[in-house]
């Protein structure tokens, strides 16, 4: 059945490192979601991109983050070096914009610690 | 003032009795809203979308909007212990683009 797939579900890595984290929407869908979790934060936006351009960025930290979709069946997330408190729960999420509504459905998820 | 806020709770509701959720928004030009149920340790899943005035009902679930006041809320009819879980109210707001904003949640509980 179609659904969003995110990899790897699970990482943890020592501060400093780089982290990769990849989706894959679900196909035919326009519109890509990076969300992160925490339980003081809730689900922020972090970046959405539809048809593949980037249409906003800002809740994600420029200096270490950042996200593209080098093709329309894969959007990578990437923090560079990655620090303690980017500890989290991200979520990729897709959708299809029609008539101005985008009804979003999430991957799994990529649990992150960074010790 | 927060762009989606909620009742973060707890809520807790006897078994079969209606469970209500509320969410304000700010942004008085949004069309779009949605609720989502999230299990502990699991992802947000879409259960209700609404975009006019008024009611929407699917199975034991209502959605109703009010965009006069800025107001969405969730009742759950007959509640059962499998609908515990944490409701995420979305909107949909334009800030130079349109991004899906998520409140913090309220988290349910149904007691047998």
């Known amino acids: 059945d179609a659904r969003v797939t995110q990899t790897p579900r699970h990482k943890v890595t020592e501060m400093g490192q780089e982290v990769t984290m990849r989706c894959q929407p679900i196909?035919?869908?326009?519109?890509v979601f990076w969300y992160r979790q925490t339980m003081m934060q809730g689900l922020e936006l972090l970046a959405y991109?539809?048809?593949?351009?980037?249409?906003?960025d800002s809740g994600m930290p420029k200096d270490r983050f950042s996200a593209e979709m080098p093709d329309a069946t894969l959007a990578t997330l990437k923090i560079q070096p990655s620090e303690p408190r980017d500890s989290a729960v991200y979520f990729c999420?897709?959708?299809?914009?029609?008539?101005?509504?985008?009804?979003?459905?999430f991957g799994q998820g990529t649990r992150l610690t960074v010790v | 003032q927060k762009e989606v806020e909620q009742n973060s709770g707890p809520l807790s509701v006897p078994e079969g009795a209606i469970a209500s959720l509320n969410c304000t928004y700010s942004?008085?030009?949004?069309?779009?809203f949605f609720w989502y149920r999230q299990y502990s340790g699991k992802s947000p899943e879409l259960i209700m979308s609404?975009?006019?005035?008024g009611d929407k009902e699917d199975g034991r679930f209502t959605a109703q909007l009010n965009k006069a006041s800025q107001y969405v809320s969730l009742l759950i009819r007959d509640s059962q212990p499998s609908d515990s879980a944490t409701y995420l109210c979305a909107v949909n707001i334009f800030q130079g683009a349109q991004k899906l904003v998520f409140g913090q949640g309220t988290r349910l509980t149904i007691n047998p």
């Open positions: 999420a897709s959708g299809l914009k029609w008539t101005g509504n985008t009804e979003a459905f």
């Open positions: 196909l035919g869908h326009n519109t």
């Open positions: 942004d008085r030009g949004s069309q779009s």
């Open positions: 991109f539809r048809n593949r351009a980037p249409l906003d």
């Open positions: 609404i975009y006019s005035n």
